[in-house]
């Protein structure tokens, strides 16, 4: 888009007004009614609440709102509900008003900070207001997706800036908002100004609704042969979205033209891991996967791929509500049924128009479909009756298929009510946390007044108001007996005088809460491995702290618990322990948890000096360690863990540890071995997929020629160079060694073959080249001093490497060994070291 360039000291509605159409209009952008009395009411000063379909370009209002702040002088805020929409938007902003007037918020950092236009999430905007009240330096704001303030996790956030910010002129947005008359009085009432609300707009391409009692396929078929692509089908489980994926291979979906469009495209992508083979073979027939669990560069080229129309199909799940930029004509509800985590219910009217209002594409749809397919019982019962045909007695022979036991009822009334219902009216999901009260009580002034304001004058009904004060109170106790907050003599109207006793961080409770809990741990663990701490093995037990501050990648915890579960099983029959007492044994095995009594007692002490600590949870896991200790490759940890489709959890989990690592650490801490264990765990997320570090990077230094030049590309940027970064190639290579020494010290000959046949170094040959070892030792150990950097010679060539693996062995000789060769070349086509065995002998 052209440049919009604001009008500098001018809030005349009318010149404001005329001067964004015709910005508009030179885009080719025709206003709607429904956006001129947007913009209108936003340029006469009035609050927004915008509750529009899908497609009505709320996004367009947005620009309207920031460029009346612009010309005004006033400075603006826009919040999304996640990073990657805000980024986004930062980009689209820095094209319209220029790089000078655009800044962005993170957790992690900060960009042009002081522009006049920020994008942030809504609960950095939430946390400056708690911070400096009105005096926060905001004069509008623009909050999108702003039905996630029903959300009973995040909700808050949305509802502080309206509580505490009374200058701000709010333009709220979304497609799916109900009943607002509460908060748009509440508006008012609060800022002084008038709310209008901007609602029931017909959307510029109608939806049409049908009921479908044909089988899947069929359906799928039919919307194909009408013109009704692209379809997305949507789901309400990952496993569910593969599984239909697959079953629609036998469909014909793309043309031959459309195959070989695709194929030319996608050529030099690269499908690294089990499921991206599976999604390869699904894209090249037109067919596409959307899931959370998906690597973000598989999503990205779903996306840009249907965005070029180049795939006709695509099952996914129900997460396309928010922030997907998946252009479809159709939406194919598999279900109106969910798990919501706690028990199985019909979809809300909300979740059913948010994810229905994705379909038809304005501009180029002149319509758009919505069909919820029957129960499957439904189905195979009416398909019976047709073929029974008019014969009484076939009739009566037809055996009714009853719903599967459990089975939360829905039908075509079901669609039908939802189809006609408005979303509901959302509900307040205020909280209390000790983070809440201590900045608040950082703002100065009147603390008792400011808590007691944020505590009863909020949107909750009376009965949690008062139970957010008995929190409230709860938690100002334990800030005082920790001497976080003290109290002073009563002002003259009887009123306590509180005030914080220590000087809060800049970026308070905006990101890694824990980390300085985390700083603590670290002074308890010691280099020395003579020091007796931790484990012994100093870096890993450094990552350990790391990752008990992160959350959970709940996938990995149950594959790993699942794997200990079956090892214990295993060892118990062995022992000959009888079933039930097995049973109630497993109950006691999770997942590995390293330095958990260390972390929990340390944790305690902690937070008993910042007891606002305990707001959050200390998690205890092994993630990255678990796959350096057991020297496996991501794609090797996803296949032994089963976790093909959670591959995007895993990889997000170990960016985060990095990213965690690489700041949360101290220099001064960080050890040789430590610092290539951080190096070759950015490498192995790097090499995997760079999006999401990429994505890191680019919230801290935005490059914008670099964003436009992706921005325009299906592929996303090669990786660079494996073996440019020598100290994270150098573990790689020690790591395939080791892994080759672990299973040589468990005579698992069949799988050291499978490593390395390719080479000619076959089971036989590497059996019988331990033969020779075990006749002079009695094992080989694989502890941590065996694959230590002492026992690995590399001799670093400049396209070869050679490498000599020695074998620790209980005498300590060290005169047996493993000799391998690295092609250089070969591991950056591969992102992996690829490494050839050459003999396994005596020195």
Known sequence: MATLTALPHVTDPDILFEAFELWAGEQGLALYPAQEEAVIEIVSGANLILSTPTGTGKSLVAVGAHFAALSAGRRTFYTAPIKALVSEKFFALVDIFGAENVGMMTGDSSVNSDAPIICCTAEILANLALRSGEDTQVDQVVMDEFHFYGDPDRGWAWQVPLLLLPRVQFILMSATLGDVTFIADDLTRRTGRPTAVVTGVERPVPLHY?????????????????????????????????????????VKVASKEQKEAIAELIGEFRFTTSFGKTLSRLIRMGIGVHHAGMLPKYRRLVEQLAQQGLLRVICGTDTLGVGINVPIRTVLFTALTKYDGVKMRQLNAREFHQIAGRAGRAGFDTAGTVAVQAPDHETDNLKAILKAGDDPKKKRKIIRKKAPEGFVSWGEPSFQRLVAAEPETMQSSMQMTAAMLINVIGRGGDAYAHVHSL?????????RQLAHARRALGIYKTLRAAGIVEQGPDTPDHRPRIRLTVDLQPNFALNQPLSPFALAAFDLLDPDPAAGTGTGNYALDMISVVEATLDDPRPVLMGQQFAARGEAVNAMKREGIEYDERMALLEEITWPKPLEELLTYTFETYRESQPWIADFEL????VVRDMYERAMSFGEFIAFYKLARSEGVVLRYLSDAYRAARQTIPDEAKTEDLLDLIEWLGELVRQVDSSLLDEWEELIHPDLAAHEAGAHSVLPPAPRRLTTNT??????????????????????????????REHGFTADAWADAMDGYFAEHEELLAGPNARGAGLLILDEGATVWTARQI?????????????????????????????????????
Do not use: C, M
């Not at 505590?455 to 009965?463: A, C, R």
């Not at 998690?619 to 092994?622: A, M």
């Not at 992996?832 to 050459?838: N, P, S, Y």
């Open 807 to 843: 074998f620790d062995d209980p005498a300590g000789d060290h005169d047996w060994g493993i000799s391998a060769t690295v092609d250089l070349a070969a591991s950056d086509e591969l992102g992996a070291a690829v490494l050839r065995v050459t003999e396994v002998n005596r020195l």
């Open 210 to 250: 049908f009921y479908e009692t044909t089988p899947v396929h069929e359906t799928v078929e039919d919307l194909l042969k009408t013109g009704q692509a692209p379809v997305y089908i949507v789901h309400f489980a990952q496993a569910a979205a593969l599984e239909r994926a697959q079953a629609l291979s036998s």
């Open 727 to 756: 100290r994270a190639f150098r573990i790689l290579v020690r790591n395939e060694l080791f892994r080759r020494v672990q299973l040589a010290a468990l005579e698992h000959y069949d799988e050291l073959g499978e490593l390395d």
């Open 455 to 463: 505590v009863f004058d909020n949107h909750e009904p009376w009965k």
């Open 619 to 622: 998690r205890p896991k092994t």
